[in-house]
């Protein structure tokens, strides 16, 4: 009996970046999360290609580690003249779950996947190539090709205009990502992976599919207009600081390619870069929905709505 070979093909663009993932043979497993990278589908150039293999993991001699992040459950080596990502799963005794070969110019490679499912079936899930894979494409493409940083941070769109709140876990991004939900015209880019890089005019800032807690993103990108460091505080309050202090703030939550020289220098400029050029100062404020109003004066120099 001949069996028809199942194909999938989708095209995400994630701040300017076209993702294409290509599969044969194996169907795309339905999963509730998937809804966050439905704002991301969309048809264009393709900057980084991957082919989606569903099966058995293959067996690569890595060369040389480049990186091993234990805590995250995945490491970089180099194979072949090619990156070697290998992500393991997440629970004891951590069995390698996904293989990626992908060409040093970060423009093509090929995913191996176990099969998702109790049955092991030929279907592959989305959230799992994208999430470390995918993000640690992203933040190694954007500096290599000297294009921006991902920030652990809060991104809204307001008045069409890009607000981004860092801050390290705990600082209140998700609380003031409630807290600006209640006002329309305002948008959440995300709560806990915002993208930041140059545009036509300036820098911007976009979305990206994984959030925090809120857990609602958008593929929008806006031109940066201001950005706060946050913190809690007994009052709302905007502290002005030196570019010093706040690099030293902001080194922290920045996602940075360790594992590459001139890679990881190009991030730490281009950040430098950021602070000298778009206003920023530290930010304490109160949960309540004044802290919204404040900021609207703040910034646009109105009253809040």
Not at 47 to 56: E, F, S
Not at 119 to 129: E, G, I, K, N
Not at 167 to 190: D, P, Q
Request: contains cysteine; charged residues 20%; glycine residues 10%.
């Amino acid at each position: 009996m001949e069996v028809a070979i199942r194909a999938e093909r989708l095209q995400l663009a994630i701040a300017g970046i076209g993702i294409e993932l290509t599969s044969e043979g194996a169907q795309l497993a339905e999963e509730p999360v998937r809804q966050l990278y439905e704002p991301f589908l969309r048809s264009g150039p393709v900057d980084l290609a991957l082919r989606i293999h569903c099966g058995p993991l293959p067996s690569v001699m890595a060369e040389e580690v480049l990186f091993d992040g234990p805590e995250n459950r995945w490491r970089l080596s180099r194979a072949n003249g090619r990156y070697l990502f290998e992500i393991f799963g997440t629970k004891p005794p951590h069995p390698k779950a996904q293989v990626a070969l992908v060409e040093c110019n970060l423009r093509t490679g090929e995913v191996y996947l176990e099969p998702q499912g109790p049955s092991r079936a030929p279907m592959w899930s989305l959230v799992r190539l994208m999430r470390p894979l995918g993000e640690l494409l992203l933040i190694h493409r954007l500096a290599q090709y000297r294009q921006g940083v991902m920030i652990h941070a809060l991104g809204i769109e307001d008045r069409g205009q890009g607000l981004l709140f860092i801050g390290r876990s705990g600082a209140g991004k998700t609380t003031l990502a409630n807290l600006y939900k209640e006002h329309g015209g305002v948008k959440i880019l995300g709560d806990e992976r915002v993208i930041v890089r140059r545009g036509d005019e300036g820098f911007v800032i976009a979305g990206t599919p994984w959030p925090g807690s809120f857990f609602e993103v958008s593929a929008d990108v806006v031109p940066l207009r201001r950005t706060f460091f946050i913190e809690h505080a007994p009052a709302n309050v905007i502290i002005p600081d030196g570019v010093t202090t706040l690099l030293r703030l902001l080194f922290p939550q920045l996602f940075l390619p360790f594992w590459h020289g001139d890679s990881l220098a190009f991030a730490l400029e281009f950040t430098e870069a950021l602070l000298r050029s778009v206003p920023a100062a530290r930010l304490g404020f109160v949960n309540t929905p004044e802290v919204v109003a404040f900021l609207s004066k703040e910034v646009f120099d109105v009253g809040g709505d």
